[in-house]
T-cell receptor
């Protein structure tokens, strides 16, 4: 059963804590992406990776970090430096950069 | 840079047709996409159209493309309550490496 998985579906964090969101794909895609979604603001690109061991900042990278050690995995860490982290986070992948993107089910992060 | 533009809200009655409009930015885009997002879920690829086409029909969905005006529309015939969702228009980037998304149109279908 091919696709993109994200875990957990819901995540609660205390202020000042780092938290890592998981994204895994078994589509053999080279490119992976992280987006943040807030009500009324559409999707905003946080980071993207075109290939293993390489990634670039998107439009709102401050307070976030990523790694791409394996083709299948692209975890996102929300650090304590992110001032307003409560949001819905979406991971996506594509065969290569600028190709059709396929999305995971999302993780809703709430900071208490 | 320029944005992909969509109206934010649309409300229709069940059984009517819905038309969601989008203005994109790059006249050289090779294909354009429509994604659907149901509440609390990720985006689902709904359909796409190649730039050498004017229209694409897939069951209740009709996509119209006007390249001269850089206008894309999605028509949903016989709209059902299950069609209530956010619909995103997207085009390939003219720079960068991620699709360029509109802010999404929230479609509300009332009984």
């Amino acid at each position: 059963d091919g696709g993109i998985t994200q875990s957990p579906k819901y995540l609660f964090r205390k202020e000042g804590q780092n938290v890592t969101l998981s994204c895994e794909q078994n589509l053999n895609h080279d490119a992976m992406y992280w987006y943040r979604q807030d009500p009324g603001q559409g999707l905003r690109l946080i980071y993207y990776s075109q290939i293993v061991n390489d990634f670039q900042k998107g439009d709102i990278a401050e307070g976030y970090s990523v790694s791409r050690e394996k083709k299948e995995s692209f975890p996102l860490t929300v650090t304590s430096a992110q001032k307003n982290p409560t949001a819905f986070y979406l991971c996506a992948s594509s065969m290569s950069g600028a190709d059709t993107q396929y999305f995971g089910p999302g993780t809703r992060l709430t900071v208490l | 840079g320029e944005d992909v533009e969509q109206s934010l809200f649309l409300s229709v009655r069940e059984g009517d047709s819905s038309v969601i409009n989008c203005t994109y930015t790059d006249s050289s885009s090779t294909y354009l996409y429509w994604y659907k997002q149901e509440p609390g879920a990720g985006l689902q690829l709904l359909t796409y159209i190649f730039s050498n086409m004017d229209m694409k029909q897939d069951q209740r969905l009709t996509v119209l493309l006007n390249k001269k005006d850089k206008h894309l529309s999605l028509r949903i015939a016989d709209t059902q309550t299950g069609d209530s969702a956010i619909y995103f228009c997207a085009e390939p980037p003219n720079s960068g490496y991620a699709l360029n998304f509109g802010k999404g149109t929230s479609l509300l279908v009332t009984p």
